[in-house]
C-alpha cells in the first residue's frame, strides 16, 4: 500500500507557527485533490483543509479558517499546510490524504505527524 509522507510536526507554543509538508511517491497515481485531517485523542478525525491540483481551489475547516493556508507544488508532488496562530486545541495528529478516483476507496493516506501546541 502506497503511503504519502508527512513531516515538520513538533511542538510549539500557543500562538506559534508550524508548516506541515506531504509528498507523494512517484508510483502514486495522479490525484485531483489533497487534504489535511487531523485527529486528537478521544475524537474523530476531523476535516482541516483541502486543495485541487487543477485551479488550486482551497476549502477549509470552521476551527482553521483565517489561520490555516493550504498550498501544493505540482512539480514537487507536495502540498502544504502553514498553520499559523496555533492553539492547544489544534493539538492532534496530522494525516495527509490524497485522491485520485471517485469511489471512497480511492485515496493515499499519510502515517500521521503530531503536532502539539501548548499553552
Known amino acids: 500500500q502506497v503511503q504519502l509522507v508527512e513531516s515538520g510536526g513538533g511542538s510549539v507554543q500557543a500562538g506559534g507557527s508550524l508548516r506541515l509538508s506531504c509528498v507523494a511517491p512517484?508510483?502514486?497515481?495522479?490525484?485531483?485533490?489533497m487534504s489535511w485531517f487531523r485527529q486528537a485523542p478521544g475524537k474523530e478525525r476531523e476535516f482541516v483543509a483541502t486543495i485541487t491540483r487543477i485551479g488550486g481551489n482551497a476549502d477549509y475547516g470552521d476551527s482553521v479558517k483565517g489561520r490555516f493556508t493550504i498550498t501544493l507544488d505540482n512539480g514537487k508532488n507536495t502540498v502544504y499546510l502553514q498553520m499559523n496562530s496555533l492553539k492547544p486545541e489544534d493539538t492532534a495528529v496530522y494525516y495527509c490524504?490524497?485522491?485520485?478516483?471517485?469511489?471512497?476507496?480511492?485515496?493515499?493516506w499519510g502515517q500521521g505527524t503530531q503536532v502539539t501546541v501548548s499553552s
Open positions: 490524504r490524497g485522491r485520485y478516483g471517485s469511489r471512497a476507496l480511492d485515496v493515499y
Open positions: 512517484a508510483r502514486t497515481l495522479s490525484m485531483y485533490t
